[in-house]
């Protein structure tokens, strides 16, 4: 009977002991979720590079949004996209073995902004080509291809992208379209995530077709291990989501920015005569 009361009392006290671990676990990941709960703290740095252009042009309330995933459809090619430094560095396996895990990430971050935004009320949707390689960029079924005909219709094109880990890698920015005075959403957007000059290696394949090109961050560090870990992988890829949108609601309210930017002419949008 002692024997039995002795044991009832271990497992009530074992429970208690577990229970005050799992409080005590649970607390210190709250903790840690509402710390990286800024942006700077989980894309990490913007990009270091000087650019000086602002988006002024007014966009329509309505404007149609398209979201693009970068390199949908250049896998196994050479611009298959980064594979991060998980994989690169330190020998984890990849997200998915067909496509490298930029690819996979943009495709995920891809979903939820246009959930978000739609949910929000905004004219806006994907496209995602399906085949995941396309030789020729000028295909009418890849990205570019489409994000071009939209942004001729008077759309707004973005494509995003995760940028390269380390050394290989700039940071997060915005590139703006290479023929086309940067608007509203475009500053928005710079104003949150950083901004790229317009000629950013000579003017991508992208901005130069009006598609504009957001890259998120390194695929590295805190913001990759927060994607990584299926624990917090869904609040990242939606606080991110909330981010974007949102800078496309600040960009179409016409949010009076303080500008106290210099304008260099050097760093506007450039006539296609020139490239
Ligand atoms: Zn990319």
Redesign the pocket.
């Known amino acids: 009977m002692l024997l039995q009361k002795n044991k009832l009392l271990n497992i009530i006290i074992t429970s208690i002991l577990v229970w005050f671990t799992y409080a005590f676990l649970e607390l210190r990941f709250n903790q840690r979720i509402n710390a990286i709960n800024d942006l700077e703290l989980i894309i990490g740095r913007s990009a270091n590079l000087t650019a000086s252009w602002i988006g002024t042009q007014e966009v329509e309330k309505d404007i149609p949004i398209l979201i693009l995933a970068?390199?949908a459809d250049s896998q196994g090619l050479a611009?298959a996209?980064?594979s991060g430094e998980a994989v690169d560095k330190y020998g984890e396996n990849p997200m998915n073995p067909e496509i490298s895990d930029?690819l996979f990430w943009?495709l995920k971050l891809q979903e939820s902004i246009v959930k978000v935004g739609k949910k929000r009320g905004l004219n806006i949707r994907s496209y995602d080509p399906g085949i995941r390689n396309i030789d020729d960029p000028n295909d009418p079924r890849t990205n570019w291809s489409v994000g071009k005909k939209f942004a001729e219709n008077g759309g707004y094109a973005i494509e995003i992208?995760?940028?390269?880990y380390g050394k290989y890698g700039v940071g997060s920015g915005l590139i703006p379209p290479v023929f086309e005075v940067p608007n509203k959403i475009d500053e928005s957007i710079a104003r949150k995530f950083g901004r790229f000059p317009v000629l950013f290696r000579g003017g991508l394949g992208a901005p130069k077709r009006q598609i504009r090109?957001l890259?998120i961050g390194k695929l590295e560090g805190s913001l990759e291990k927060n994607l990584r870990n299926i624990k917090t992988r869904q609040k990242t890829i939606k606080l991110l989501s909330n981010e974007i949108i949102q800078a496309f609601f600040n960009g179409m309210n016409n949010l009076s920015f303080s500008s106290n930017l210099m304008h260099y002419e050097e760093d506007t949008f450039v006539p296609e005569i020139y490239l």
Do not use: R
């Not at 992208?161 to 390269?164: G, K, L, Q, T, Y």
């Open positions: 970068g390199h611009g996209g980064t930029e943009n992208h995760f940028d390269s090109i890259e």
